[in-house]
């Protein structure tokens, strides 16, 4: 059975920096691409990053191009976003997804608060 | 960007009765790149349907999906009391847009 669990949301300041990690079981890791997609506080769904199952390709939405890294070590099935330069608007619920496009698989999520 | 446009916002409804759900596209899509999902308080998004019609794993057959071009419709046929949640749809044909969600609650 797939797994899948955040872990590392915090209370960031703005400006400041914090990583996500997400780790996987129930399937072989490096076979599918992740993703990391949010939820701010009673809104909507939003796609922040893909990572192939390699880690040679990634994508961004616009809103963290720049800001955000998405990696993995495949060795330990793990998942990263790291998130640099954070906003107010970045507050969110963050999900680990999987695979790249339709999201079959989530984890719990997250939380990440940006406050000062 | 495709923007996807979801309505109603809310809609209330008795369990047994039929939902209609709308996703309508800025842009022509292809059904083969729509999704929908059902997101219950508190938890994860769950996957309904994909590739426009097709059930996930799991689903049962009162979901349904329908549409084409900038039109698509998700029915739940007959409601039944743990259908009442938001639904979004997402299309993943390029970017991984999300409509904004609707929310069937109970009438």
């Known amino acids: 059975e797939v797994h899948l669990e955040e872990s590392g949301g915090d209370l960031a300041q703005p400006g400041g920096s914090l990583r996500l990690s997400c780790a996987a079981s129930g399937f072989t890791f490096s076979d599918y691409a992740m993703s990391w997609v949010r939820q701010a506080p009673g809104t909507g769904l939003e796609w922040v990053s893909t990572?192939?199952?390699?880690?040679?390709?990634?994508s961004y939405a616009d809103s963290v191009k720049g800001r955000f890294t998405v990696s993995r070590d495949n060795s330990n099935y793990t998942l990263f976003l790291q998130m640099n330069s954070l906003r107010a608007e970045d507050a969110a619920i963050y999900y680990c997804?999987?695979?790249?496009?339709?999201?079959?698989?989530w984890g719990q999520g997250a939380p990440v608060t940006v406050s000062s | 960007e495709n923007v996807l446009t979801q309505s109603p916002g809310t809609l209330s409804l008795s369990p047994g009765e039929r939902a209609t759900l709308s996703c309508r596209a800025s842009?022509?899509?292809?059904?083969?790149?729509l999704a929908w999902y059902q997101q219950k308080p508190g938890q994860a998004p769950r996957l309904l349907i994909y590739?426009?019609?097709s059930r996930a794993a799991g689903i049962p057959a009162r979901f349904s999906g329908t549409g084409s071009g900038t039109d698509f419709t998700l029915t739940i046929s007959r409601v039944e009391p743990e259908d009442f949640a938001v639904y979004y749809c997402q299309h993943y044909g390029g970017s991984r847009t999300f409509g904004q969600g609707t929310k069937v609650e109970i009438k």
């Open positions: 997804a999987t695979p790249a496009t339709v999201f079959v698989h």
């Open positions: 990572i192939s199952g390699g880690g040679d390709d990634a």
């Open positions: 590739g426009g019609s």
């Open positions: 842009q022509s899509v292809s059904s083969s790149f």
